[in-house]
């Protein structure tokens, strides 16, 4: 039995484009989406601001009551700091605050912080996709 070379390239040129075309809807499939929570309970609150606190090593942080009901960021200021030798009199800080984005991961909801691109799974909350004209 002849192999000839035009059939193994043939063989290997269609098992290329099934790999590829199957790597194509995996990625597709686990790409994060924009998001905003459904019907968010107390529980679910609580288990957010316990991922930020996380998030920003154990820092407890004020929040907003209903956050990401209406977009998917979560934008928080840092505090500035006062010294004896930078009373900050005006009360603000020169850096830059801390960014949180709610995205739709598969059927998860996940926190990522933007600035390191780090992502939390949440087991309670339930989200749905922000679509562009919303």
């Given at each position: 039995?002849?192999?000839r070379l035009r059939h193994?390239?043939?063989?290997?040129?269609?098992?290329?484009?099934i790999l590829f075309t199957a790597a194509c809807q995996v990625a597709a499939k686990n790409t994060s989406q924009p998001a905003r929570l459904i019907d968010p309970t107390n529980e679910v609150f609580t288990e957010?601001?316990?991922v930020i606190n996380k998030a920003l090593n154990g820092?407890?942080?004020k929040l907003a009551t209903r956050f990401f009901v209406d977009s998917s960021w979560l934008t928080i200021e840092r505090t500035a700091k006062k010294t004896i030798q930078n009373p900050n009199l005006l009360g603000r800080s020169d850096e830059a605050p801390i960014?949180?984005?709610l995205l739709?991961?598969?059927?998860?909801?996940?926190?990522?912080?933007?600035?390191n691109e780090r992502l939390w799974a949440l087991k309670l909350a339930q989200c749905q996709v922000i679509k562009k004209d919303d």
């Open positions: 039995m002849k192999i193994l390239f043939y063989a290997g040129t269609f098992t290329w484009s957010i601001r316990e820092a407890e942080v960014s949180f984005q739709k991961l598969g059927k998860k909801c996940v926190i990522k912080k933007s600035d």
